[in-house]
């Protein structure tokens, strides 16, 4: 999935972000963090996560489109600390600086008592101009129509497309496995799962060869290699269902692309529908290539491969 990088995110504007526990943000360069608003146990208040590019595991939040640049100076989540009786602004002396302890204090002096072990009582200060802010984007953002099918959803666009900056409901996403009707509609999901697959193969295809070695080396090394590639293979069969999942819906999709990775991937899941019971012999090692099916079905394997392989689609 493409975002912004940090670099490029500007300082005071508002995002609509993928993160753990926020949809949108504002963007602050100070702490490479975005603010917004978060929701728990019925609650909301303002909470802040940091820039992916900041790095595991406090990077949490890709950014995905700019909304517009917020009005507001002060972006900060909160605000500093006031006194709870006269709400005037109090900071935390440190009276002993070995244990740490010390006592809230009022900021300008006032009448206001000091009195307890702590000091003053001191509360936490919210920005509650950016939470007015983010809750007013939010309201409109809501709005905004599934870039999938079209709608405007009760609870709007709660998913990305997978291959595109794409926001779409969460009907659509189920339906398209994640992805958006014009990138299924373009082949882009069978692309992008054929090059998945392509690459799990490279991690399959040595495991006979793997397996033969750990054998030699006895049998604690023969169980950790033969774990190992069941993982592998596990991973490699997920890789497949999803590949034949694309094509099934870019056929359904009816929009024919002259791709050469598409054209490969349809191909290969045709061959491999038509084998189905023969697929299971082909990891026993039993000799097939006799038969001009499975012959069928290893040159469209191959053709995938090596396609998928190519320049044009290994980065994606
Ligand atoms: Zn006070
Ligand atoms: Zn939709
Ligand atoms: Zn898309």
Redesign the pocket.
Known sequence: MSYIPLKKCRHGHAYRIRSRNLWIGVFNKKTKGFVGIREKFGDEYLFEEYHADTGAPYGTVHPIRLIEKCPLKDIRDDLGSI?Q??K?PVKFVEEDKKTHEGKWR?VKK?N?PEDKPYG?SAMNLSNGPLFDYLEKVSKREIKRPCHSCGKIQKHGCGSFCYTCPGEICVDCFNKTHGYCRPCVAAGRNVMRQAVGYAKQHEKVKDHPKKLLEADKKGPEESKRVSNECAFQMRVFALCEEGLFKAVDGFEQAKKPSKDKLILAAIRFRKAAEANKGNINMLSSGVSVKEDPKIVEYFDSHDMLLRVAKDKKYAKS
Do not use: N
Request: with cysteine; aromatic share 0%.
């Open positions: 006194c009786t006269c005037a009022h006032t206001c003053a």
